[in-house]
C-alpha cells in the first residue's frame, strides 16, 4: 500500500522557515511527478508547487513563488519544501501528493492518486 508521510510542520513567525519533507513507500517514486498542495479552514485544497519525475522542472503557484523551493531526492525517495519568508496567509495543512503525468504535472488535485496525510503549518504575524 502507497504510504506518503509528510513531516516537518509545526509553529514559525512571519518571515520566518520551515522544511517540509515528504518520505513514500511502496511507491515506484520515479515514475511519478510529485506535488505539495495546501488546505486552510474554510477553503478548498490549493496547489502550492510541484516537481517532474527527475526534479528537472519545477512549478509554484505565484502566492508561493520567490519564496518556496521544491526539490527531490529520489535515492531516499523524499520530497521537501523549503519554506521561507512565511506569511500568516501560509497557514494550512500541507499535503504532499504523488502524480502519475511525471513529465508535465499540472496543479489540479485530481491528476494526484496518492495523498500523505498533511501536517500543519501555522505562522503567526
Known amino acids: 500500500q502507497v504510504q506518503l508521510v509528510e513531516s516537518g510542520g509545526g509553529l514559525a513567525q512571519a518571515g520566518g522557515s520551515l522544511r517540509l519533507s515528504c518520505a513514500a513507500s511502496?511507491?515506484?517514486?520515479?515514475?511519478?511527478?510529485m506535488g505539495w498542495f495546501r488546505q486552510a479552514p474554510g477553503k478548498e485544497r490549493e496547489f502550492v508547487s510541484a516537481i517532474t519525475w527527475n526534479g528537472g522542472n519545477t512549478y509554484y503557484a505565484d502566492s508561493v513563488k520567490g519564496r518556496f523551493t521544491i526539490s527531490r531526492d529520489n535515492a531516499k525517495e523524499t520530497v521537501d519544501l523549503q519554506m521561507n519568508s512565511l506569511k500568516p496567509e501560509d497557514t494550512a495543512v500541507y499535503y504532499c501528493?504523488?502524480?502519475?503525468?511525471?513529465?508535465?504535472?499540472?496543479?489540479?488535485?485530481?491528476?494526484?492518486?496518492?495523498w500523505g496525510q498533511g501536517t500543519q503549518v501555522t505562522v503567526s504575524s
Open positions: 511502496e511507491l515506484s517514486f520515479s515514475s511519478y511527478a
Open positions: 501528493a504523488a502524480n502519475t503525468n511525471r513529465r508535465y504535472p499540472s496543479g489540479s488535485p485530481y491528476e494526484y492518486p496518492h
